[in-house]
């Protein structure tokens, strides 16, 4: 089983930052990959940036040049860091983890709120 744990999010002003990081625990070493996700009220979840173990990366169009994932060497955190910020990046934020096998795994979420 692995558990995933976000935090980060906060409420910053249009062109601030904010990092936002995703702890996992239990069965870490079955993780093949991570991600955010965010969702805005009454839409689906929508991928923001991935990672995979081998450090590959991808990212949806509206956040490149200003996200980046990243992640420890243990796999232990995944860190999503968030540069430039518009207020239609305010969304909950959720961390995911794919262990092949196994239905995607979720985290309760972090609200990030950029204001104008």
């Known amino acids: 089983q692995v558990q995933l744990v976000e935090s980060g999010g906060d409420l910053v002003q249009a062109g601030g930052s904010l990092r936002l990081s995703c702890a996992a625990s239990?069965?870490?070493?079955?993780?093949?990959?991570m991600g955010w996700y965010r969702q805005y009220p009454g839409k689906q979840r929508e991928l923001v940036a991935s990672?995979?173990?081998?450090?590959?990366?991808n990212y949806a169009d509206s956040v490149k040049g200003r996200f980046t994932i990243s992640r420890d060497n243990a796999w232990n955190t995944v860190y999503l860091q968030m540069n430039n910020l518009k207020p239609e990046d305010t969304a909950v934020y959720y961390c995911?983890?794919?262990?092949?096998?196994?239905?995607?795994?979720w985290g309760l979420g972090t609200r990030v709120t950029v204001s104008s």
């Open positions: 239990g069965s870490i070493s079955s993780i093949r990959a």
């Open positions: 990672i995979t173990r081998d450090g590959s990366t």
């Open positions: 995911n983890g794919r262990v092949p096998g196994y239905l995607p795994i």
